[in-house]
Each structure stands twice: as structure tokens, then as C-alpha cells.
């Protein structure tokens, strides 16, 4: 028998009578591959589970703790989502429609990890900006992030480029890589421990699917190379998936991101550019924006190189864009809120008919 605990469940008290404890390990279409100390089970969304979720974010994800309905014989049935402790979200772009209105989204990428490995390659498609933007979003979830530069067998300069990343998030932990030699690879040690779960988080053809098969010891993902004009690399990860390693941690593995929007994150961009924002009790105007007003911090402390051009750009930059995004995202459920209760009215106006 299986002890789900070595899944990081943690039982805060027992489930109801008739239902089971079980950790999300795989989602393909509308199937749920769930790990339960009776052993893996196929399930699928109970139909009043399924009914009850507001939103989409309430959907089941990979790595979620569940309860289920147990089938012996069949498909078993997910009955209800339990707290999750940790979640990373990005803003979908992908323009779903509820009734007649275009939509953003909340996507749940992964849950209840401890750590969130930022991976990126140091190749051609190196860019501190875009981890310093996973690094927000990490913030965000509540996981501790740590970014791990793979590929460093190719690259002759990796130290100025582990450098640059020290020096632009210091309270960040920076591993240099290579799953080809073996490199740097003994550091990551002290957070593959038993129970443990570390969710991988890139961009396509960073090295994600060779360091997951180094850890597990096997080729469980097939690798694919990269064009060679922009080290930009096609999907190998099609879905996310939770892998148990041989040292009794786990890493979800999500597929690559072409962009990451920011969702939600005003406590991750606090987080990460606290510095910045400590300069604003500085100003000698507490309105100051922080342009031409005399007495600013902020234009202070990059004249003096305390404080970079590039951060406070990229600073400004998040700022901007998660204000536009918490703006659609609450448009967004306003018109869903609004189209689900005028198609239930619909419908119980149909039943009278009848």
C-alpha cells in the first residue's frame, strides 16, 4: 500500500466517509491520472464538482490534493479540491470566449511545489529580463524560486552571466548546469529531498526535459534540439506532468512558454523590486512620480549607479502591465458572472414553458 505522504500529503483531518485522498499527477484532455495509497487510479470531475467551480482557476490541476469517489473497476470521481498551498498562474491570452465576450484568464500552471526552478539556457536566448519576469510571477506563488542556468558546457562565459543574474536578483539562489557533463549538477541536491516537490518553469528548448531525465535517472521525455539562428527550441513537455524521482522528490514538469504574462502579481513585483520601492519613501515629495520633481530618490540613486536604468525600466514595465491585466481580468469575470447568470435565467424560464 501506498503511503501518500511520501507525496507531501499532509492530513489535516479525515475525509469524508466514502471518499479518498489522492495527489494529481498527470491531465490529459478531461482525464486525471491520481496517485492514492490504493495506487493510480483514471478519474474524471464529479458532475456537481464541476457545476460548483466559479471559475476556472477551481479546476483541479496537476499537483493538486483531491478527494475522490474510489471505482475498483472503472473511472473513479473527484469530488473536491483540497487547499493549495503554493500556486503559480500566468495570464492566458488565448481569447476564450464566454457568450459574445473575448476573455482573459487566470491559468493554473502548477500547484503545491516548494520550490520553482526559473530554467534557462546560456545560449543566444539568455535574457535577464524575462527571469527576473518568472521571478515575479514566483514570487507570487509562494514558492521559493531558484534559477538554473543549464547548457554552461557550451557557453565560455557562463560566470559573467551567472554574475549578471547574482547581481540583478542577490537573495536569489543561481545554479550554473550542464545535464550533458554532469556539471553543478550535485547543488541541486539540497532541494530534491523526499516529499518534496519542485515544478521546472521556461521557455521551449532550455534544457527542462534533459535535466529532467538526468534526475530520474531515465529518458522519460524526449529531447529535441533548437534552431540554430536563435537557440529557440519546439515543444517537448505537450502537457504537465508530476514525476516521482529516485531520490523520493518530485518536479512537475510543465510544458514551454512562449511568453509569460503577468497575473495578479503586485505582491511578487513588491517582492522582487523592494529596493525600488524602498526609494520611495525617500522622495522629498510624497506624491513624487518620479520624473522631474526635485528631491526624487529614485533619479537620485541612478545617477549614482545604486540603482540601474535597466531594473527601474523593467520595474515600470510590470507595473504597466499588471495593471492592464488585473483590469481585464475583472472585466473578464464581470461578463462571466453576468453570461452564466442570464443562461441559467434562460433556462429556468424554459423549464416554466414546459
Known amino acids: 500500500m501506498l503511503n501518500l505522504k511520501d507525496y507531501g500529503y499532509t492530513e489535516t483531518s479525515a475525509p469524508p466517509t466514502g471518499l479518498i485522498p ?46 475522490l469517489q474510489y471505482n475498483e473497476t472503472g473511472i473513479s470521481l473527484i469530488a ?49 529580463s524575462r527571469i527576473v519576469r518568472y521571478l515575479t510571477q514566483a514570487r507570487q506563488s509562494g514558492g521559493q524560486p531558484v534559477v538554473i542556468l543549464t547548457k554552461a558546457d557550451l ?47 521556461g521557455m521551449s528548448g532550455v534544457g527542462k526535459s ?21 537557440s529557440r527550441g519546439r515543444h517537448t513537455t505537450t502537457h504537465r506532468q508530476l514525476f516521482m524521482l529516485p531520490t523520493g522528490s518530485m518536479v512537475i514538469d510543465t510544458p514551454g512558454m512562449r511568453e509569460l504574462g503577468l497575473y495578479d502579481a503586485e505582491e511578487g513585483i513588491s517582492a522582487v523590486f523592494a529596493d525600488v520601492e524602498d526609494l520611495f519613501t525617500q522622495c522629498k515629495f510624497s506624491n513624487c512620480q518620479h520624473k522631474t520633481e526635485p528631491g526624487c530618490a529614485v533619479k537620485a540613486a541612478i545617477e549614482d549607479g545604486t540603482l540601474s536604468e535597466k531594473q527601474w525600466q523593467r520595474y515600470l514595465t510590470q507595473k504597466r502591465e499588471t495593471r492592464y491585466m488585473d483590469g481585464k481580468v475583472a472585466y473578464a469575470r464581470e461578463n462571466t458572472a453576468l453570461w452564466k447568470s442570464r443562461t441559467m435565467e434562460a433556462r429556468q424560464n424554459k423549464k416554466k414553458k414546459r
Open 210 to 230: 534533459s535535466l529532467l531525465n538526468v534526475l530520474m535517472e531515465q529518458e522519460v521525455m524526449l529531447v529535441k534540439g533548437i534552431r540554430e539562428d536563435d
Open 22 to 67: 489522492g495527489r494529481i499527477t498527470e491531465l490529459q484532455r478531461e482525464r486525471y491520472t491520481i496517485i492514492t495509497e490504493r495506487g493510480e487510479v483514471t478519474a474524471t470531475l464529479k458532475g456537481s464538482f464541476f457545476h460548483s467551480a466559479q471559475i476556472r482557476e477551481d479546476l483541479p490541476c496537476v499537483g493538486d490534493f483531491v478527494l
Open 155 to 201: 557557453a565560455a562565459d557562463y560566470e559573467q552571466k551567472v554574475a549578471e543574474v547574482q547581481h540583478t536578483m542577490p537573495d536569489v539562489p543561481v545554479h550554473a548546469i550542464s545535464s550533458h557533463t554532469g556539471f553543478g549538477l550535485s547543488e541541486l541536491d539540497q532541494y530534491l529531498q523526499p516529499a518534496k516537490t519542485v515544478v521546472f518553469l
Open 80 to 128: 473536491e479540491l483540497l487547499p493549495r498551498h503554493t500556486k503559480f498562474s500566468r495570464a492566458d491570452f488565448l481569447g476564450h470566449k464566454v457568450g459574445h465576450v473575448k476573455t482573459i484568464h487566470e491559468q493554473v500552471v502548477a500547484v503545491n511545489f516548494d520550490y520553482v526552478f526559473i530554467v534557462t539556457s546560456l545560449n543566444m536566448d539568455f535574457n535577464v
